[in-house]
């Protein structure tokens, strides 16, 4: 319950960003703008189950079906320095072959100032790796299979991501954009799919927030 509540209030100001600010012209072509709250409030209540429920199956599973459960401070102690520079990697080949090219096709996905920026690794940290705690636990508790597992909670993401090109309206054919975006959301994530796997939750969390900060970076030339 705790968990599910501090993923809701972590995914907020991201959730503001975009429904109010950063997508408003979208959201306001398909709901008017007495709506809005009662459309932020519904998401915010899918977040709250969403996280309740990968946060109880991550708990009850995580460790028992093989994996690594939430990892431990001292992991990140002696790690950090190595998920740091792995992150830094990572996120600059993001956007040399993505960001810089998508940026003047989705711009409202990336914030104007800090805060907003901010609010995104933020996002990632509590809620989308609580899913990830969750989903993996819940497949490998079905079919017993870790690397079928995390390519299958990868595609979720994927899937995800396909459904946000659409939503903002960006035309899917099968352009370099597209293909590139598709391939680097299956990457990372199977990337972090292994760490949480191998060395645990927060250090798959903490790779995530080093990956997301590079959106700070569109603060200062947007």
């Given at each position: 319950m705790i968990l599910s509540l501090v993923c809701t209030i972590a995914s907020f100001p991201n959730l503001y960003h975009l429904s109010l600010i950063g997508l408003r012209e979208i959201v306001l072509r398909d709901y008017p703008l007495k709506f809005i709250p009662a459309l932020v409030f519904t998401q915010l209540f899918q977040i709250f189950i969403t996280s309740f429920l990968c946060g109880m199956f991550g708990f009850a599973w995580s460790e028992k079906y093989g994996l690594s459960g939430l990892g431990s401070l001292q992991g990140i102690k002696e790690g950090w320095w190595r998920l740091l520079i792995f992150g830094v990697i990572i996120a600059t080949i993001t956007y040399l072959i993505f960001d810089r090219y998508f940026f003047n096709k989705g711009r409202g996905y990336y914030p104007h100032n800090l805060f907003w920026a901010l609010s995104i690794p933020l996002n990632s940290f509590f809620f989308k790796e609580t899913i990830r705690f969750g989903m993996i636990a819940l497949s490998q508790r079905?079919?017993?299979?870790l690397p079928l597992s995390i390519f299958i909670v990868s595609l979720f993401f994927v899937s995800l991501s396909l459904k946000s090109f659409a939503f903002i309206g960006f035309?899917?054919?099968?352009n370099y954009l597209l293909i590139t975006g598709l391939v680097l959301t299956m990457i990372i994530n199977l990337i972090?799919?292994?760490i949480y796997a191998k060395k645990g939750l927060l250090q798959?969390?903490?790779l995530h927030v080093i990956i997301d900060?590079?959106?700070a970076i569109f603060t200062f030339i947007s």
């Open positions: 079905l079919i017993r299979n035309r899917l054919s099968w972090l799919g292994y798959s969390a903490f900060l590079r959106f």
